[in-house]
């Protein structure tokens, strides 16, 4: 589809009257989210004596690989997932722009502050721990803030509220299973606070794309199909992104079926997409490119998995050969 122009004048007018309409929608969310968010404290859920200073200014010791206990997939995963958090800045800079005021502006500062929480404990969890060169890290850190973010050409507000929900989602499933196959209790203790919070932020957002439905319902629709076919990860601009990506999925963190599933469809029914009534032309077309489009992830899905499993056959063989010579 063409990027919408937001400098046309007509397209400006709905997108702040829609904003104007959501605001009540935003406000009473708000306090929902403030009523149900359980405080947290990151440093109660990392193993500080387990630290020690690294070489330096400090005269510390030297990191070395063997000192990386978790598995190299539960790794990759928690730095992608820590790059992610790091670019905050760039993702707090691109919802601010729709305004800074009221509920909304709100809302913005406090789920900036709670993804940055996110950021600081998995930062503290991997240093302390000693799990990844922190000199590497701090390198990633430094490239992929340096990118910055920027919004796709053409999203609109509800385009970023709307990605928001299917993201948030599929944070809070990469960070629950990156948990549970690090085989480390503490870490898969802290991830889990980190999903519940990504739980509630995928609530809010999805609230509020429900409410659009009953205001726009064409436009929703239309903003759905673009948003779960060109969907991406925040993290994609990360380098080697597309091989780390890979393994995460091989290893069944995060993958086509778990996004298909476990992401796209709960929130789909969610919203009654399929169910929507009182749809124009415009909405009914883009339903049904977005039905053509589930159907086709469907069929990627399965193939992967099928593929999947002959890479952990091939692997676990090789790794046999390795253990008999």
Same mark, same amino acid.
């Given at each position: 589809m063409p990027p919408i122009d937001r400098s046309d004048r007509s397209v400006a007018r709905a997108e702040r009257f829609l904003l104007t309409e959501l605001q009540p929608v935003v406000e009473s969310n708000l306090h929902r989210h403030l009523d149900v968010a359980k405080e947290w404290f990151p440093h109660e859920y990392v193993p500080w004596s387990a630290g020690r200073d690294f070489s330096g200014p400090l005269g510390g010791q030297e990191w070395t690989q063997d000192e990386a206990t978790l598995p190299e997939v539960a790794r990759t995963s928690l730095v992608v997932n820590l790059l992610t958090e790091d670019n905050l800045p760039g993702y707090h800079f691109a919802v601010a722009e729709f305004g800074k005021d009221g509920p909304w502006g709100n809302w913005v500062d406090r789920w900036t502050a709670e993804e940055?929480?996110?950021?600081?404990?998995?930062?503290?969890?991997?240093?302390?721990? =000693? %799990?990844?060169?922190?000199?590497?890290?701090? =390198?990633?850190?430094?490239?992929?803030?340096?990118?910055?973010?920027?919004?796709?050409?053409?999203?609109?507000?509800?385009?970023?509220?709307?990605? %928001?929900?299917?993201q948030e989602l599929a944070t809070r499933i990469s960070h629950r299973n990156t948990g549970q196959i690090s085989g480390d209790p503490i870490c898969d203790a802290l991830l889990a606070k980190i999903a519940?919070?990504?739980?509630?932020?995928m609530v809010f957002y999805r609230n509020l794309v429900e409410a659009a439905f009953e205001l726009?319902?064409?436009t929703a629709m239309e903003v759905v199909r673009d948003v779960v076919v060109g969907f991406e990860m925040p993290g994609s601009t990360i380098k080697d992104f597309g091989r780390k990506s890979a393994e995460i999925a091989i290893a069944g963190i995060y993958d086509l079926r778990l996004h298909r599933d476990s992401v796209v469809m709960p929130i789909l029914r969610k919203l009654r997409v399929f169910e929507q009534e009182g749809l124009g032309p415009v909405g009914e077309a883009a339903r049904d490119e977005l039905a053509a489009f589930i159907a086709q992830l469907d069929v990627k899905a399965t193939s992967f998995t099928d593929r999947r499993e002959g890479i952990r056959a091939a692997r676990a063989k090789r790794e046999a050969a390795t253990v008999a010579v």
């Amino acid at each position: 589809m063409p990027p919408i122009d937001r400098s046309d004048r007509s397209v400006a007018r709905a997108e702040r009257f829609l904003l104007t309409e959501l605001q009540p929608v935003v406000e009473s969310n708000l306090h929902r989210h403030l009523d149900v968010a359980k405080e947290w404290f990151p440093h109660e859920y990392v193993p500080w004596s387990a630290g020690r200073d690294f070489s330096g200014p400090l005269g510390g010791q030297e990191w070395t690989q063997d000192e990386a206990t978790l598995p190299e997939v539960a790794r990759t995963s928690l730095v992608v997932n820590l790059l992610t958090e790091d670019n905050l800045p760039g993702y707090h800079f691109a919802v601010a722009e729709f305004g800074k005021d009221g509920p909304w502006g709100n809302w913005v500062d406090r789920w900036t502050a709670e993804e940055a929480r996110h950021g600081a404990a998995l930062r503290d969890y991997l240093l302390t721990t =000693r %799990a990844v060169d922190p000199r590497a890290l701090e =390198r990633a850190r430094m490239a992929h803030m340096s990118a910055g973010y920027d919004r796709p050409d053409g999203y609109s507000a509800l385009h970023a509220i709307t990605y %928001a929900a299917f993201q948030e989602l599929a944070t809070r499933i990469s960070h629950r299973n990156t948990g549970q196959i690090s085989g480390d209790p503490i870490c898969d203790a802290l991830l889990a606070k980190i999903a519940a919070d990504e739980n509630l932020h995928m609530v809010f957002y999805r609230n509020l794309v429900e409410a659009a439905f009953e205001l726009a319902p064409d436009t929703a629709m239309e903003v759905v199909r673009d948003v779960v076919v060109g969907f991406e990860m925040p993290g994609s601009t990360i380098k080697d992104f597309g091989r780390k990506s890979a393994e995460i999925a091989i290893a069944g963190i995060y993958d086509l079926r778990l996004h298909r599933d476990s992401v796209v469809m709960p929130i789909l029914r969610k919203l009654r997409v399929f169910e929507q009534e009182g749809l124009g032309p415009v909405g009914e077309a883009a339903r049904d490119e977005l039905a053509a489009f589930i159907a086709q992830l469907d069929v990627k899905a399965t193939s992967f998995t099928d593929r999947r499993e002959g890479i952990r056959a091939a692997r676990a063989k090789r790794e046999a050969a390795t253990v008999a010579v």
